[in-house]
């Protein structure tokens, strides 16, 4: 199977019942996207496929063959963070940090799709990343400054 991974081409012998995330973890090394519940209900496994927001503990790795891949550790540039990821460490937009990747990676979509048009909207279309340490308003003020600055 071959992947498109953060711009580069991957070559991997998976099991067809591999998932796009313990693909990502365990056979390409990628830990920034972390698994927390495993069954698609908290977000910290959000990656983006070609440019739309996934589960990547729901997606089998076999569904993103062909397709382009990006992980929290594809958003820099240049050795230039994301927007989004100077954004979150400004409004310390993170307690333990853990759900910090897929936050971003929503985020990065939230703003692509337009839904960023108040804090309500992104707090609606954010609903999908739980922060168990409550870090929210920060989390909202992050992606009002970058939405704020047509960055993203």
């Known amino acids: 199977m071959s992947l498109t991974v953060n711009g580069g081409r991957r070559e991997l012998r998976l099991d067809s019942r591999v998932t796009l995330l313990d693909a990502l973890r365990d056979e390409l090394g990628l830990v920034g996207t972390k698994k927390g519940c495993d069954q698609g209900a908290c977000g910290a496994c959000t990656v983006l496929v070609d440019?739309?927001?996934v589960l990547a503990c729901l997606t089998l790795a076999a569904q993103s063959e062909g397709r382009a891949v990006t992980t929290i550790e594809g958003l820099s540039e240049d050795g230039h963070r994301h927007p989004f990821q100077d954004a979150f460490l400004r409004h310390d937009a993170f307690q333990c940090g853990y759900c910090t990747p897929g936050q971003i990676m929503s985020a990065v979509a939230l703003l692509r799709e337009g839904r960023a048009g108040s804090d309500d909207e992104i707090?609606?279309?954010?609903?999908g990343n739980i922060c168990r340490c409550g870090a929210y308003p920060n989390i909202v003020a992050?992606?009002?400054e970058v939405a704020g600055q047509g960055a993203g």
């Not at 707090?123 to 609903?127: K, L, P, T, V």
Request: hydrophobic share 35%; aromatic share 10%.
């Open 142 to 144: 992050a992606i009002r």
């Open 123 to 127: 707090r609606e279309f954010m609903s």
């Open 51 to 53: 440019g739309k927001r």
